[in-house]
């Protein structure tokens, strides 16, 4: 099915979202990749507040390169999730509604994001240049150091994922390789 979703997104519209769906984002999404997620975790271990709210937020995995004049942003294309799983269930627990990334996931991660009622989705790898199109602003808002890893507040319009993940605990990387999987 093909969706259209304004984010940050309602944990109801999260829920109803099936694996396999097509969706275009467009409203706000932020950037965090390793570096950022590492300095999070350590502020929360402080008992710090985070620099951006994650509640009802979709945080999606991607360096980009530099921008092209004229440009809000360079290649845009997402990173491998995985490297994010430890720090991922603890991020949906307070209230995340959603990631962007691309490969698998752990268990934990996928648990979490049932019992949040939350959504994992991919984009397409490879297709950065592509995908920075969909985004009309890009803004550094924390970690400013980290360079590319620096968490951006990003305005994207139509920005086009898939769900892998779902609230009713399906997952697209196994029930594709079911569906196409030749039988000798």
């Known amino acids: 099915m093909e969706r259209h979703i304004t984010v940050p997104m309602s944990r109801e519209e999260a829920k109803n979202l099936k694996a396999g769906d097509y969706v275009y984002l467009s409203g706000i999404l932020y950037t965090a990749r390793d570096a ?24 999606y995995y991607m360096g980009p390169s530099p921008a092209r004049q004229g440009r809000p942003i360079g290649s845009a294309g997402p990173t491998t999730a995985s490297r994010m799983d430890k720090y ?7 209230g995340m509604i959603g990631m962007i990334g691309k490969g698998k996931r752990s268990k934990e991660v996928l648990d979490a994001v049932v019992r949040n009622g939350a959504v994992y989705f991919a984009a397409v790898g490879g297709a950065g240049a592509l995908l920075s199109q969909r985004i009309k602003k890009a803004v550094v808002i924390a970690y400013e150091d980290l360079g590319t890893e620096a968490i951006r507040k990003l305005e994207v319009e139509n920005f086009p994922v898939i769900v892998v993940a779902d609230a009713q605990g399906n997952n697209l990387y196994d029930t594709a390789v079911k569906q196409y999987r030749r039988e000798e």
């Open 36 to 59: 950022a997620h590492k300095r999070m975790e350590e502020a929360l271990e402080r008992g710090e507040k985070l620099p951006i709210s994650v509640k009802d937020h979709v945080i």
């Open 88 to 94: 991922t269930p603890r991020l949906l627990d307070m």
